[in-house]
């Protein structure tokens, strides 16, 4: 059981590049998350999908879009990088219902360079 | 907008105190709130879940509590080790997870 797992770990891109982050989780749960880590400002909800076949954006959503591929697997892409968009990003995942209902558990995240 | 403050925002203190993280936050209408850490460099990992139904939870020498009413949540660390050291979260969850800036915690030997 892995959890959630997220790749790649580590990614250098130039201003105007594109690419995806990956996202996939092992629990069967319904829910899945990206956000974004910035120095002083916390973590900030990007991108979520109660459950599969839907997305919905959260607090920072310019910049990017998502796709649930499945229960899952859950991406993040970046279609036109901006050096603003340099940040770690965790994807995290919830099951829905039950006492523990809610509970996020997080992958070890993504740190992205853009210059 | 729920808005999470959590003090203070550092603490270094020697092994072996009883510590306590205060968090307050601003929209009492919530389902649960969590408490994480986080090392450097790391994902987070999740310690106490608190429903908003109860008032504490316990695990191990962390223990949990929340006043949904006031807004307010703490986490206490008993007998503090050096292996506490890490950044604590604490996360409402009302429409979506919320953080705050978290409390940078140093446990010295």
């Known amino acids: 059981n892995a959890g959630v797992t997220q790749t790649p770990k580590f990614q250098v891109l130039k201003t105007g590049q594109s690419m995806t982050l990956q996202c996939a989780q092992d629990?069967?749960?319904?829910?899945m998350y990206w956000y974004r880590q910035d120095p002083g400002m916390g973590l900030r909800l990007i991108y979520y999908?109660?459950?599969?076949?839907?997305?919905d954006k959260g607090e920072v959503p310019n910049g990017y879009n998502v796709s649930r591929l499945n229960k899952r697997e859950f991406s993040l892409r970046l279609e036109s990088a901006a050096p603003s968009q340099t940040s770690v990003y965790f994807c995290?995942?919830?099951?829905?219902?039950?006492?523990?209902?809610?509970?996020?558990?997080f992958g070890p995240g993504t740190r992205l360079t853009v210059t | 907008k729920q808005e999470v403050t959590q003090i203070p925002a550092a603490l270094s203190v020697p092994e072996g105190e009883n510590l306590v993280l205060n968090c307050s936050f601003t929209?009492?209408?919530?389902?649960?709130l969590q408490w994480f850490r986080q090392d450097p460099g790391k994902g987070l990992t999740s310690l106490l879940l608190?429903?908003?139904?109860?008032r504490e939870q316990t695990s191990g020498r962390l223990n949990a509590s929340l006043d949904k009413s006031s807004g307010r949540s703490t986490l206490y660390i008993a007998a503090s080790q050096p292996g506490d050291s890490a950044t604590y979260l604490c996360?409402?969850?009302?429409?979506?997870?919320?953080f705050g800036g978290g409390t940078r915690l140093m446990v010295k030997p």
């Open positions: 999908s109660a459950s599969e076949g839907t997305t």
């Open positions: 929209d009492s209408a919530i389902y649960n």
């Open positions: 995290a995942s919830s099951p829905l219902g039950g006492s523990s209902s809610y509970e996020q558990y």
């Open positions: 608190i429903q908003s139904s109860q």
């Open positions: 996360t409402p969850w009302g429409n979506m997870l919320t």
């Open positions: 629990m069967n749960h319904n829910s």
